[in-house]
């Protein structure tokens, strides 16, 4: 017997009120619903006590996508995948009015985020999106401008989610038990969101401008807009830190940034 693999994440759910909790966010029923990541099926077996119109689910592990497989074959409306979520065209897959779930490795819950948030159509074919992160990476998605938490992964997931609730997690909920707590967040996509052509320029400019947190963005600010383009932005005074500058303002250096 092969025991949880740490390198794929695998914490697994074994507390019912919790997989109920993740449940009851939204209507399952004749709806078309992605689970990423499934183990050994602990949200997979509600989602499909639930009716979906369709069920798709990604795991990576080759042992437990065996299993599942023999789990879930009966079901013709349960299609499982063998992949890896960070290379699988998940955008292609999707069918209209979908629920996506996903209790998400921790180790690349940001990057399936960032992926997700960074589909080419949008609004996207997704109308919900229930995810599990570790509590700390939580709290920088849903901190709102200005706060300690605040930072790029606020601004990328604020430039096309909105976060409408959340729950905390214990630690005894899972097994193995991981060493921090979990949060549970229930997004919506924006329907009208800032005309920015690719969010990869916000993601990169973001990025850039976090990685020098605690400094003023005077010498940073210049690798990305000229002196006349930051005039353009009243607000965007140099002396400012990254934190100090709102999401808004983050989308329009964006925005005059991708009109050269
Ligand atoms: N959903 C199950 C539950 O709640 O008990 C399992 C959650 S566990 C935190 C994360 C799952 O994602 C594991 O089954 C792991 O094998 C799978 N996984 C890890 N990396 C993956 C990847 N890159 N693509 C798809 N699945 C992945």
């Known amino acids: 017997m092969i025991g949880p693999k740490k390198s794929l994440g695998q914490n697994f759910l074994i507390d019912k009120n919790i997989i109920s909790k993740i449940m009851n966010f939204t209507k399952v029923k004749d709806r078309n619903i992605v689970e990423i990541g499934p183990g ?39 299609k499982v995948v063998n992949a890896d979520i960070l290379k699988f065209d998940l955008e292609k897959k999707m069918k209209s009015n979908s629920v996506i779930f996903g209790n998400l490795p921790y180790n690349i819950s940001s990057q399936i985020l960032v992926k997700l948030i960074k589909f080419e159509t949008w609004p ?26 605040y930072g790029r992964l606020s601004i990328i997931s604020n430039f096309r989610l909105d976060n409408i ?42 990025n850039y401008l976090f990685s020098k947190k605690r400094k003023m963005i005077n010498k940073s600010i210049i690798k990305i807009l000229s002196k006349d383009e930051i005039k353009q ?5 140099t002396n400012l830190r990254p934190s100090d500058i709102s999401p808004s303002i983050y989308f329009k250096i964006t925005q005059i940034f991708e009109e050269n």
Request: net charge positive; charged share 30%; with cysteine.
């Open 124 to 149: 996207p074919k997704f109308s919900d999106l229930i995810l599990m992160f570790q509590k700390e990476l939580g709290e920088k998605i849903t901190s709102k401008f200005p706060s300690s938490k």
């Open 233 to 237: 932005i009243p607000e965007l005074k």
């Open 40 to 78: 050994k099926g602990a949200l997979t077996d509600e989602i499909i006590k639930k009716k979906p119109k369709t069920l798709l689910i990604i795991e990576k592990d080759n042992l437990l996508f065996d299993s599942l497989i023999e789990k879930y074959s009966k079901f013709k409306n349960v």
């Open 165 to 206: 609730a959340k729950f905390i997690v214990s630690e005894n909920c899972f097994f193995p038990k991981p060493k921090v707590k979990s949060m549970v967040i229930h997004f919506k996509p924006k329907k009208n969101t800032f005309k920015i052509n690719n969010v990869s320029n916000l993601e990169k400019i973001t």
